[in-house]
């Protein structure tokens, strides 16, 4: 740790060494520093049993080196008996690290070498391969996976439509037999019936509520006049997803041209939707919170004719704290409205979503999709919901692995892996969910900055084909619809994302979906892989877990999920096909299987040399880093208590977490700036004031909502208090004006 601290004091005075410019300088004890510094890394990309004479050998000269550097600079016992890496107590560590600044004064500022074969500007990097904990074997217990048929061999034909909508559904949507789930629900929503829906991820369910209710409203005489206003009112938790929906409505009423859809969403002009609702919207699709807006402040909102609610993804929409928004809507539509048909999807059905049922249907038909069970249809099933809870169904054709890397090696193995599918392989498609926005942002830069690099020592041919997208809830939303649409389209690319692209969106051709951070449940897991393997097509995910973290596995067992388990050296091994990562020596590929792992550690260390370089080249990327780790950690203390025993920020070891984000050392007072308890930060007087306090208890729900409100802060409408008080002053402001 004490070279790592010596680093960042380094970085920290951003300069930028070069070995052949300042070697002629160096004094001996400088020169000695620099060996050892040679010496460390040679022993931190071999094999740790083959090295281990020669870390003898390092470590007798060091400690006679540290002998005199005690001499010179007295240290604390803390930091002698912390002077290992460590897993036990992190939090603890971390904080007696950041109060001994004694420690940073003891070394001299040392020029770092720079590598031999590549010319890279080389400060160094602490060993990724020691001290990490051990990985242990991932089990996934054998389960009974749900099994759901996609399709079926009924056709359109058979439901009696208007020929102009199953023209369309062929010409237009490019389909011609139903799914499983079509079959069932449209029937059901055709015989004007309530029904609760659940159905595994990319299995139809769109069309599967669009069809009826278009047929439904093209039917109704005299016909639909836009001043009739909303007749069906579609909510779904993402404004991609709204803007998604509205596209396939615009799609399938095209023969039906007095029927207009129309979208509200945040981020989007106010005014202009004000404008659009006075026009008339006869099928309005939006996110909750910008609908509350609308019937708390636009006039020309009416909603005397609404014969249709849908709940997209409705489990999502309750998960987020939005009960009092969806009570403003059911309210604002129970005052005014005739009957109407209630219909909530979702690929997961939790106690919440039984819950709403309650409040907003009458006996609903449950419709569930499951092989052997393609007849399910139950009447009035209120207890039902609660009993499907425990098993989730994936698509069939979904590939499902998890990959068990210690914190301080994710960041190379993201990135070989990325690697592998975009570099050396054709034709992939990622999506890569991160737990924060700062974290996307960071990873964005840094891979593009690091791996999209075209080096000019290799004839290589250019690494072009990294494409990289980013989506997430503090994107500008001209933005934000930008990338998916360029995202949609794109025949291969890499999508850095948060959960707000997890639910619900239909991303074509997507290939691979990587969790870099792991989900926040078992159904937002479902999710997530849910973005690849759609309407039939084969599809892969992999799940990163930390050796602390390999319980989660278990958790999803118990919904009947089952991974199969990849191995981290595996992935890293692809570095052995890009000649940028070159280590020392000739690689001979007809070497020991000992020297071939030598190699690819040797590589890994390199790129996170490439990582860590690039960081700290800067102070604007060291505070980027900074606060995309803080992020990180943050997210981290949100899980709900149910899945603590796993996902607890005690046992991160934030130096290791700090290596992640390509920082060498884990920032000052990290842990007290996280700690959820201010009795453990002790620097302020503020903080000290505050801890006599009795700290405000958020339950875990509400920690997850305000995590969730701040990441999809615009995207899922989840706005401030204050925030919405000044819109909602404004938009008065415009309405008035407006009328
Ligand atoms: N009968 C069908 N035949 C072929 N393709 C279909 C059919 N029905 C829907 N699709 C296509 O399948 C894809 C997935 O549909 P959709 O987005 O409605 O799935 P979903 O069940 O709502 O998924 P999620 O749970 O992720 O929201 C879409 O591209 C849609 O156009």
Not at 169 to 174: D, F, Y
């Amino acid at each position: 740790m004490a070279e790592d601290t010596l680093m960042l004091n380094i970085s920290s005075g951003s300069v930028q060494f070069n070995r052949k410019t300042n070697q002629k300088h160096l004094s001996s004890s400088e020169k000695w520093a620099q060996k050892k510094r040679v010496a460390k890394r040679k022993a931190a990309v071999e094999p740790q049993e083959s090295s281990a004479s020669k870390q003898r050998k390092i470590n007798q000269t060091g400690q006679q080196h540290a002998q005199k550097q005690t001499l010179q600079t007295p240290r604390s016992p803390s930091q002698r008996s912390n002077n290992r890496d460590t897993e036990e107590n992190p939090v603890q560590r971390e904080n007696s690290e950041a109060k001994s600044p004694s420690k940073v004064k003891t070394f001299p500022k040392k020029a770092p070498t720079e590598h031999e074969d590549h010319g890279r500007p080389f400060i160094k990097t602490s060993s990724l391969f020691r001290n990490n904990p051990e990985i242990p074997d991932v089990l996934s217990p054998a389960v009974n996976q749900v099994k759901e048929k996609v399709f079926t061999s009924n056709t359109f034909e058979e439901l009696n439509l208007h020929p102009h909508l199953v023209a369309t559904l062929h010409k237009v949507l490019n389909v011609s037999s139903m799914t499983s789930v079509q079959k069932q629900t449209i029937p059901v929503l055709m015989s004007g019936k309530d029904a609760v829906v659940r159905s595994q991820t990319g299995s139809g369910k769109t069309l599967a509520y669009g069809i009826p209710m278009v047929q439904f409203l093209q039917a109704i005489q005299p016909k639909v006049k836009r001043s009739d206003g909303p007749l069906a009112v579609v909510i779904v938790p993402t404004r991609e997803l709204a803007l998604q929906s509205f596209q396939m409505f615009q799609k399938l009423l095209r023969p039906f041209t007095w029927i207009v859809p129309g979208v509200l969403m945040g981020g989007e002009k106010k005014k202009a939707e004000k404008a659009r609702l006075r026009k008339g919207i006869n099928v309005l699709i939006s996110t909750p919170g910008r609908l509350v807006d609308h019937i708390k402040n636009t006039l020309s909102i009416a909603f005397s004719a609404v014969r249709w609610l849908i709940l997209d993804e409705a489990d999502r929409i309750l998960d987020l704290g939005f009960e009092k928004d969806l009570t403003v809507i059911l309210n604002a539509l129970n005052t005014a409205g005739p009957d109407r048909q209630n219909v909530l999807l979702s690929a997961t059905i939790t106690e919440g979503l039984s819950r709403l049922a309650s409040i907003s249907m009458k006996d609903p038909v449950s419709v569930h999709v499951s092989e052997g069970s393609e007849e399910t249809v139950e009447a009035c099933p209120q207890a039902a919901p609660q009993a499907l809870s425990d098993s989730y169904a994936v698509p069939e054709r979904l590939q499902q692995h998890v990959v068990v890397v210690p914190s301080k090696l994710h960041l190379v193995c993201l990135a070989a892996f990325i690697l592998a599918k975009c570099k050396f392989e054709q034709r992939q498609k990622l999506v890569i969910f991160i737990s924060s926005c700062e974290a996307v942002e960071f990873l964005l830069n840094l891979f593009t900055a690091v791996l999209c690099e075209i080096p000019s020592n290799t004839s290589s041919k250019s690494t072009s084909c990294l494409n990289f997208y980013r989506l997430h809830g503090n994107m500008r939303q001209e933005e934000r619809t930008e990338v998916f649409q360029e995202f949609s389209q794109c025949k291969t690319g890499i999508l850095l994302c948060t959960d707000v692209a997890a639910r619900g969106l239909d991303l074509p051709q997507v290939t691979w979906i990587v969790q870099y951070n792991p989900p926040v449940s078992a159904a937002e897991y479902v999710h997530r892989v849910g973005r690849t393997a759609r309407i039939g097509a084969q599809g892969s995910s992999l799940l990163f877990l930390t050796p602390s973290e390999t319980a989660f596995v278990d958790v999803l067992a118990n919904h009947n999920i089952s991974l199969s388990e990849m191995k981290m050296v595996d992935i890293l091994s692809t570095l052995m096909k890009d000649e940028r990562f070159k280590g020392r020596g000739k690689w001979d590929s007809k070497r020991s299987a000992d020297a071939f792992e030598q190699e690819v550690r040797e590589r890994a260390t390199l790129l996170q040399t490439d990582f860590e370089n690039y960081v700290h080249a800067s102070n604007e990327s060291l505070q980027t880093a900074k606060s995309a780790l803080q992020c990180f950690l943050r997210a981290y203390t949100t899980y709900p208590s149910s899945l603590k025993h796993i996902f607890h920020i005690r046992m991160l070891h934030l130096g290791h977490a700090a290596k992640s984000f390509g920082l060498r050392d884990a920032p000052q007072g990290l842990a007290s700036s996280i700690s959820t308890n201010p009795a453990n930060s002790k620097h302020s007087k503020k903080a000290k004031d505050k801890a006599k306090s009795p700290p405000k208890k958020l339950t875990a729900k509400q920690r997850v909502s305000n995590l969730m409100r701040s990441e999809y802060d615009s995207g899922m409408d989840g706005q401030s208090k204050a925030k919405k008080k000044r819109k909602n002053k404004k938009g008065q402001a415009e309405e008035s004006t407006d009328a």
